[in-house]
């Protein structure tokens, strides 16, 4: 669990850069567009959210209830994003990997606690 939590971390910080520059060009076409949609802000906040558990889960792989925390990070802004998608489609996808990603964070930190 611990090697998962931190592999899972690293890949949280790389999506953050991923799902940051999708994010941008999505607010930029929104605006462009004036459709009135929030997609690259609700991106914007679910890869800031990837990238504060990311750096949680990495330092609390060895032990502690800080993933509660990091699954808190992961869930939270995927569940705003969700609703807030519109034409960012890969919003969908970013979302639903930081729901796995929090919901791993959780049983991580439960089984590592535990033992």
């Known amino acids: 669990m611990k090697t998962g939590k931190l592999v899972i971390g690293i890949l949280s910080i790389v999506l953050f ?5 999708q994010s941008c060009a999505a ?5 462009l567009a004036d ?11 679910l890869a800031l959210g ?13 032990g502690g209830k800080g993933g509660y925390v990091a ?11 969700l609703p807030n998608a519109g034409s960012y ?18 049983i991580a930190t439960s089984r590592t606690n535990r033992l």
Do not use: H, M, Q
Request: proline share 2%.
């Open 71 to 81: 699954a808190g990070f992961y869930i939270l802004p995927a569940l705003l994003a």
């Open 27 to 31: 607010g930029l076409g929104n605006t």
């Open 50 to 62: 990837l990238l504060v558990a990311g750096i949680i889960n990495i330092c609390t792989r060895k």
């Open 17 to 21: 850069l991923l799902v940051s520059l």
């Open 89 to 106: 489609a890969d919003l969908y996808i970013w979302a639903v990997i930081g729901i796995a990603f929090g919901v791993f964070s959780v």
């Open 35 to 45: 459709n009135g949609e929030v997609s690259g802000s609700a991106g914007f906040l």
